[in-house]
């Protein structure tokens, strides 16, 4: 099978370079053993700060070695009585064709009607984020004005939809008028195209003349300064991710006017996904609710191969995806 390595570590955006494609061959299943042949596997943002050597709350991927991050794929041999051929399970075993590794190291997977895909975006870690952000972070109420940005992603598309269908004024941003329009599929009440607007405070304060009491933050930088001058008292703030710093050289500047979240009582809060895990069943719950009354809309990006999986990954920072971004192996 084929891997991706991590090369060399990125210095600012990563490039081709700090990639490499090599072969292995698989060894047969030991004894609790499962081989596995992926079918598809993930890249993320979060994965950019895998590739820096320094302490996170995830390891820094290793150089030389195969990367690592969410894959599905099915059983083609196996060694435990727990799974058997033919199995579909999900793993942290992506940026590879395939794998041998305990079968306790993976899940089988329960599509419920799903395509399997679905479950490394709407259905998976990104759709929890989501509604783990919005309904537990930033503590989601009646009436509140939601603003989300990077909205057409995979994670900013879930928080309009669940905060529409929850009933709130949305207001999402995103880049080009194409994700503008897709914004309005989702059924956003008000879409900024950041790239058009010189002054993305103004835009937020004709887009939300109420002031916005929920700001689900993925983009950093000129975002949150736009969320927190146009924000009411008493608004919270889920910080999810800030993309547009993830691959500065110098440390970035600002929030410039952090001061406002003083005479505002302002929430900032940040979270990390995988503290959120015991909300999967309710969020579960809900999402087949959603999609059995034909609610829920999502979008893939797709590149096919392996060997196309850095240029997927790259493809994130440029915003080639609409919804998630994902390889089909
Ligand atoms: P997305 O599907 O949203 O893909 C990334 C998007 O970010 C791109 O499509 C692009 O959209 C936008 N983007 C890239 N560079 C910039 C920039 N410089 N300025 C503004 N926008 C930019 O990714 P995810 O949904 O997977 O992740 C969204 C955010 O959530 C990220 O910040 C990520 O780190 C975070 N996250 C956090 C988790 C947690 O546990 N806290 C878990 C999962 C994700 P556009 O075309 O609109 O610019």
Redesign the pocket.
């Known amino acids: 099978i084929r891997e991706i390595r991590l090369k060399s570590r990125p210095v600012g955006l990563p490039t081709a370079d700090n990639f490499e494609l090599a072969s292995v061959e698989l060894p047969a299943p030991g004894p609790g053993e499962v081989q596995v042949r992926n079918t598809w596997m993930t890249v993320?943002?979060?994965m950019r700060g895998r590739m820096n050597d320094v302490k996170s709350y995830t390891p820094p991927f290793a150089l030389g070695k195969a990367m690592e991050g969410g894959a599905i794929g099915e059983v083609v041999a196996s060694n435990d009585p727990s799974l058997k051929v033919g199995d579909l399970v999900q793993s942290m075993f992506g940026w590879r064709e395939g794998f041998t590794a305990p079968a306790s190291s993976v899940t089988k997977l329960e599509t419920h009607g799903l395509p399997p895909q679905a479950f490394l975006g709407v259905a998976g870690?990104?759709g929890l984020?989501a509604y783990a952000g919005l309904l537990r972070i930033a503590a989601l109420k009646p009436g509140d004005v939601v603003f989300v940005s990077?909205g057409?992603?995979?994670?900013?598309s879930m928080v309009c939809q669940i905060a529409k269908l929850k009933g709130h004024k949305v207001i999402a941003s995103?880049?080009?008028a194409e994700?503008v329009a897709f914004l309005k599929e989702l059924g956003v009440d008000e879409a900024i195209d950041?790239k058009a607007e010189a002054d993305l405070t103004a835009a937020l304060q004709r887009a939300a003349p109420e002031g916005v009491d929920v700001y689900f933050e993925?983009?950093g930088g000129d975002h949150l300064e736009a969320a927190i001058t146009v924000a009411n008292p008493f608004a919270r703030f889920a910080l999810?991710?800030?993309?547009?710093q993830y691959n500065a050289t110098t440390p970035p500047v600002g929030p410039r006017n952090i001061i406002l979240a003083v005479g505002k009582s302002l929430r900032l809060e940040g979270?990390?996904?995988s503290n959120h895990w015991d909300m999967m069943s309710d969020f579960a719950k809900d999402l087949a609710g959603w999609h059995a009354a034909g609610k829920l809309k999502w979008k893939e990006t797709v590149k096919e191969g392996i060997e196309r999986a850095p240029e997927a990954f790259l493809g994130?920072?440029a915003?080639e995806?609409f919804g998630?971004?994902l390889v089909k192996l």
């Open positions: 993320d943002p979060y870690m990104p984020t990077g057409a992603g995979a994670v900013g995103a880049g080009g994700k950041y993925n983009v999810c991710g800030m993309i547009s979270f990390i996904v994130l920072f915003g995806n998630k971004m």
